[in-house]
């Protein structure tokens, strides 16, 4: 084989080494931006937080920051991440919330006491996404929420300072605190069945993407009401579909057609001064 036929193939090969390792990569292990997995499973143990169960449910690392309020120390808030957790059975959905507080603060008794507290919000109508502080008057939210001080309660919402408690709630909570100093976490598992009765509940039946957020406050910090960190809008895939993010397969694609196009002129480009020589 001459010189220039070696160096064709060799770079030939090299250029496809390349467009596989580009555009598998990200097919591999990437997901889309603000989607959180949710785990279908046939039978499920699920309602404690230690349950040996969601040991094999993946995690999502969510970021959390101070809520847009008006309230006094509204950007005063200290809960930066939550990790969640969701698995879905033929029955129920199950979320799983934890995050990093170094104090267990359960009593709000006290003129300046306020409690841990987490919530979970849906759009009531799952046809469209609701404005994300706790929906507007014509597209209503659902918060499941726990706090230290009260339990579990299940909330309607049509903005700020609308919030309604439902009065036969469908929704349970399991709370634990766990470890010492900044070791310490909250753990919260919300269920709730699938199919409920009554009005302006969320649909969890649903087989498309589910929008979803997150609100954590910390007691200690004088977190309560408005002061709060809060994450943007993230869904649940229920619709299924590729796990890739498709804008991201789309340019590492386009990278390696861009890589071979160049390999090619090259190679060619040698081809013909070596046949020039």
């Known amino acids: 084989m001459t010189d220039h036929r070696r160096t064709l193939a060799l770079t030939a090969v090299l250029a496809g080494l390349i467009v596989i390792s580009t555009v598998a990569a990200p097919l591999a292990s990437a997901r889309p931006a603000h989607e959180i997995p949710v785990r ?39 809960i930066e991440t939550v990790d969640v957790q969701a698995a879905r059975t033929d029955e129920r959905l199950y979320v799983r919330l934890e ?11 006290a003129t300046r006491e306020f409690a841990d ?49 439902f009065e036969n709630p469908t929704v349970q909570a399991n709370a634990s605190h766990a470890g010492t100093g900044g070791n310490a976490t909250w753990t919260v598992v919300y269920s709730r069945p699938l199919d409920v009765s009554g009005e302006n509940r969320t649909d969890l039946r649903t087989d498309g993407d589910l929008d979803v957020a997150f609100a954590v406050w910390n007691g200690s910090n004088g977190e309560r009401s408005g002061q709060k960190a809060v994450s943007e809008w993230h869904y649940y895939p229920f619709s299924g579909g590729p796990q890739g993010p498709p804008y991201e397969t789309l340019l590492w694609t386009i990278a390696g057609i861009a890589i071979v196009a160049v390999v090619g002129v090259t190679s060619f480009g040698i081809y013909r001064t070596r046949g020039v020589e």
């Not at 995050?99 to 008794?109: G, K, L, N, Q, V």
Request: proline share 9%; hydrophobic share 35%; aromatic share 6%.
């Open 99 to 109: 995050w990093h507080d170094a104090t267990r603060d359960m009593d709000a008794s």
């Open 117 to 165: 507290a987490v919530a979970v919000q849906f759009p009531a109508n799952t046809s469209s996404r609701p404005p994300i502080a706790m929906g507007g008057p014509d597209n209503r939210v659902n918060v499941w929420y726990w706090s230290g001080a009260t339990g579990t309660q299940e909330l309607l919402a049509g903005g700020a300072g609308s919030t309604t408690a």
């Open 40 to 78: 279908e499973v046939s039978d499920a143990n699920l309602d404690e937080p230690d349950a040996d169960g969601w040991e094999a449910v993946p995690a999502s690392d969510v970021p959390l920051a101070s809520a847009p309020s008006s309230v006094p120390n509204a950007d005063d808030t200290s």
